[in-house]
C-alpha cells in the first residue's frame, strides 16, 4: 500500500498568503469584526429560506434604517452577501463560497505547518 498525502493546517499555517488573498480576506474579516455587521451576517444566514428581507432584519437593532443599510452595503462590498430588490424591499442572502473561505482560514489551525503530513497506511 503507498502512503497518502493530506494537508494538515489551515491555509494560513500552511504557506504565507500572497498580497491580493491577504487583501480579500482583510476586507472580509473586517466587515464581520462589527457586532452588528456580524449579528446580520448571522441573522441572514439562519433566516428561513437563507435570505432575509431588510424588513426582517431592522428590528433585530435599535439602530436606524440607514444605519443598517450601511451595515448591510459593507457586507456587501466585501463580498459576503448579495442582495436583490423584489418590490419594495430588498432581500439579502449570504455567498456562500466567501463564508467557507473565511471560515477554511483558520479551520484547522492546530500548530503550525512543517509541509504535507504522510499518514502510512493502516492495516487490519
Known sequence: MTAVTVQCCAPIAREPLGESDAAELAAMLKAVADPVRLRLLSMIGSHAGGEACVCD??????????????????????????????GTWVYY?????????????????????????????TTR
Open 57 to 86: 432584519l431592522t428590528p433585530g437593532f435599535d439602530l436606524s434604517a440607514p444605519t443598517i443599510s450601511h451595515h448591510l452595503k459593507v457586507l456587501r462590498t466585501a463580498g459576503l452577501i448579495d442582495s436583490e430588490r423584489r
Open 93 to 121: 442572502w449570504i455567498i456562500p463560497a466567501a463564508v467557507n473561505k473565511l471560515g477554511a482560514l483558520f479551520a484547522p489551525l492546530a500548530e503550525p505547518a512543517r509541509g504535507p503530513v504522510e499518514l502510512e497506511p
